[in-house]
């Protein structure tokens, strides 16, 4: 038995988290053994989900409306079963964080209680590889307030010849535009190189500058640990179907620093979940906001979407996200050496090194032939993607995957390279 296959049982054996993989389904494959390293994309699916979902379609079969109240999660009070979890996921008090609508709605609406640019302070910053539905966003909500993209959203971008950002330069550029910048806004994670950015460092720099700063943690929440109050991040907004395993399309996750809590001078889009609980249903011309998070709400809880994200805050909860950081810089320290000695000088791992830079994610470039290497590993078990123009993604999580995965990715990786030289 050769040695990296030694280590990944012994790792395997030693694992405290492994039990957990029991409690995923994993997609049938014409292959021997499926290698999910996609839940970057789409997380499985948790063997309790179907529990819980079951559990409310029996409340509403049994109650109809009145499961509003009677329901044994009641309905009209549904968002605040995630709360707490979902809070400590992301380093969150309760009330910083809600639930609502999907990931690029919800930045729509941060947006409009948190780029509030002026004649003088009007700058964007974020980064240039940002994921282009964040870009659209940026664009239209510039162009919404009459002013030009062109020379309002600044892009930054990694040094000729580097793959990724440094975050002296985004604090350089955010120097440069001084009092011009009106927000800082960058993925937590970036979803193509999948660097993890000092993002205390960069709310820093941003709050130096007078700018409010917010992060799309689409690809961090439920990755890499975070303390976003303590940082003083202004906001934030997340997907919950990614590494968070809640189902395509599921409800995406808020989070409004406690500082703007009772700031209710503060533009934003009302609707009736925002407004105050006791007067709610007495149906009142006047919008009163709650205080916290919640006052962004408008629409009252998608209870199919919330039940799976509860399963999954449940999982995250019992495994806590230190032991799942603890295994995921194991697991993916173990992926980049199996990686290297698959792949010697014909892979070029674009993801940072060092632990602290990077979560589960690996991108992966292959010269000339990465399309065929792609396909390749998609033909023989194992869940990889491609994003254009170069990059395959792989993200062991440590929740469901293991060492053993990690070691046969390694050996599939081998066989597609050489495929490609016959
Ligand atoms: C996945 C992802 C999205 C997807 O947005 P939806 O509104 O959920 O479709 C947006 N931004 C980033 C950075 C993502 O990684």
């Known amino acids: 038995m050769n040695d990296l296959k030694q280590r990944a049982l012994q790792y395997d054996v030693r694992d405290e988290l492994a039990g957990f993989r029991e409690a995923f389904h994993f997609p049938k494959t014409d292959a021997e053994h ?85 004649a003088k302070r009007n700058k964007i910053i974020c980064e240039a590889k940002a994921f282009p539905s964040d870009l659209y966003a940026l664009d239209s909500q510039i162009r919404f307030h009459g002013l ?73 929440a439920g990755n890499v640990p975070m303390r976003l109050h303590d940082w003083e991040v202004d906001f934030a907004a997340w ?47 006047t919008f009163v906001p709650l205080p916290g998070a919640e006052g962004w709400q408008l629409s009252n809880a998608p209870v199919f979407s919330m039940a799976p994200h509860l399963a999954s805050l449940e999982i995250f909860s019992e495994a806590g996200m230190d032991r799942l950081r603890k295994k995921s810089v194991a697991l993916t320290g173990f992926a980049d050496e199996v990686i290297r000695a698959a792949g010697g000088d014909r892979v070029k791992i674009i993801t940072p090194t060092e632990a602290e830079r990077r979560g589960c994610q690996l991108s992966l470039v292959v010269p000339r032939v990465g399309r065929k290497v792609f396909e390749y590993l998609q033909t023989h078990g194992a869940f990889t993607d491609w994003r254009e123009p170069d990059v395959i993604r792989i993200a062991p999580v440590p929740l469901y995957n293991s060492f053993a995965d990690v070691y046969r990715f390694g050996e599939l990786l081998r066989s597609a390279l050489d495929s490609t030289l016959e």
Request: proline fraction near 3%; include cysteine.
């Open 239 to 285: 997907c919950t179907y990614k590494y968070l395993n809640s189902g395509p399309g599921s409800v995406g996750g808020i989070f409004v620093h406690e500082k703007h809590a009772r700031n209710f001078d503060l533009p934003r889009f009302t609707g009736w979940w925002g407004s105050d609980k006791e007067s709610r249903f007495l149906m009142k011309r």
């Open 34 to 118: 499926c290698i999910y390293f996609t839940g970057n994309s789409l997380g499985l699916q948790p063997k309790r989900t179907a529990d819980i979902l079951r559990e409310e379609l029996d409340d509403w079969a049994e109650f109809g409306v009145e499961g509003h109240f009677s329901a044994r999660r009641p309905w009209v009070s549904y968002h605040e079963n995630l709360m707490d979890k979902a809070a400590q996921l992301v380093g969150a008090k309760t009330d910083e964080v809600v639930h609502m609508n999907g990931l690029t709605t919800n930045i729509h609406l941060l947006l409009v209680s948190f780029y509030r640019p002026d």
């Open 148 to 220: 030009d993209p062109a020379s309002t959203l600044i892009e930054v971008s990694p040094r000729e010849g580097e793959e990724v950002l440094r975050e002296e330069d985004i604090e350089d550029v955010i120097r440069q535009h001084g009092e011009e910048v009106a927000l800082v806004f960058f993925g937590g994670v970036n979803y193509y190189s999948g660097q993890v950015l000092d993002m205390e460092r960069i709310a820093r720099a941003a709050h130096r500058a007078g700018a409010v700063v917010g992060f799309d943690l689409a690809h961090a």
